[in-house]
């Protein structure tokens, strides 16, 4: 659980970890867990439950704590002797002395980007190298698992598929418009984007659409929310940011909005566009990597760039917006940490068997 103790808590990875952990605490399963949690920071808030927790000190927090992992975790593990260990990021053990299982969000880096990715190919090329030794490989989409066999990173036969789900505060909530206007003095239709402006995300494509999609609504505003990142341009032509946000603010954010853009180039699972469909937010998204798996047809999916058509697409469902509502929140029930928990409890015990 130490992604919870970090800038990876208000991320994918951290929604993952908490989203896990009450899944696999609601099945009954928490008596089985011990937690690893850095003593060098607080404890982060945890859900009661039946769960041991165990503490780790590492030196190294930036870019070298891969590295120190590699060697330190072999020991912590020997010292907690579990009956297996659970990686959910990127770091990894050199070798572990128990079973080892690895949940793959995504193989980004490798699998877009071209030159645009060095950087992050350097950053994560010690998770790269140790993934093949992980026993059990959990791919949160397939196109994760199929990434993770093109790039002969790990054998189709040790890749089980599981996928992520929303966390239940996401659902539609009454009176949201409301508090957004007292909140953030935002009154009136908006579209809203949730994520960091990273070059992945395409903010210039996010504004286009924006510009397309005023051609018939020309009183939509753009929100968005969420820290704006490294990558983020020094101007967003008119869009309102909000900055980081709490899990309670985004839900009335996706609840009253008239559409989610979501520009991404590749996502490993796309959670904003479940979140977005669970509040009964009608989702335009560039077809792409695992968007098609997640959103399906209850959302509008266009080719992969085309900001202006990803625009049109919104204008179209803020046209119907009771029908692109009800396909959101039947779409956004296939998806539940409780049977993200059994598929999870199920992989443990074929290691065990």
């Keep these: 659980m130490r992604p919870l103790q970090g800038p990876s808590a208000t991320r994918g990875v951290g929604a993952y970890a908490r989203g896990l952990l009450k899944g696999l605490i609601a099945a009954g399963f928490d008596s089985n867990l011990t937690l690893l ?3 060098a920071f607080d404890a982060p808030p945890l859900p009661v439950g039946k769960y041991k927790v165990a503490g780790c000190r590492r030196r190294s927090h930036g870019q070298l704590a891969a590295y120190e992992d590699a060697v330190a975790l072999a020991s912590d593990i020997q010292r907690i002797a579990p009956d297996l260990y659970h990686a959910i990021d990127f770091h990894l053990p050199g070798r572990s002395p128990r079973p080892l299982v690895v949940t793959l969000h995504d193989l980004i880096p490798w699998a877009w980007g071209g030159p645009r990715m060095r950087g992050e190919r350097i950053r994560y090329g010690l998770f790269r190298r140790l993934l093949p030794r992980a026993d059990l490989v959990i791919a949160v989409s397939n196109a994760t698992a199929t990434d993770a066999s093109h790039l002969r990173v790990v054998s189709p036969q040790r890749i089980r598929l599981i996928r992520e789900a929303a966390d239940p505060v996401f659902s539609p909530k009454p009176g949201a418009s409301g508090r ?8 009136g239709r908006y579209l809203l984007f949730v994520g960091a402006l990273d070059a992945r995300k395409d903010p210039r494509a996010l504004l286009d659409a924006w510009t397309a999609a005023r051609v018939t609504h020309p009183d939509l505003r753009l929100l968005i929310a969420g820290a704006p990142g490294r990558q983020a341009p020094p101007s967003m032509s008119g869009a309102i940011q909000l ?3 709490d899990d309670e603010e985004l839900a009335d954010l996706y609840s009253a909005a008239s559409c989610l853009l979501f520009p991404s180039r590749y996502e490993g699972f796309g959670l904003p566009c479940l ?5 009964g937010c009608p989702v335009a998204a560039f077809r792409n990597s695992s968007i098609p798996e997640v959103v399906n047809a209850a959302g509008m999916m266009v080719e992969d760039g085309n900001g202006r058509a990803l625009g049109d697409a919104a204008a179209a469902m803020i046209r119907e917006p009771d029908r692109w509502r009800r396909a959101g929140l039947q779409q956004a029930r296939k998806f539940s940490w409780d049977r993200t928990a059994r598929e999870t409890i199920s992989a443990y015990q074929s290691l065990l068997a």
């Design 275 to 279: 979140e977005a469909m669970a509040c």
């Design 37 to 39: 949690l850095d003593v």
């Design 243 to 245: 900055g980081r946000v």
């Design 180 to 187: 957004v206007k007292v909140k953030w003095r935002i009154d």
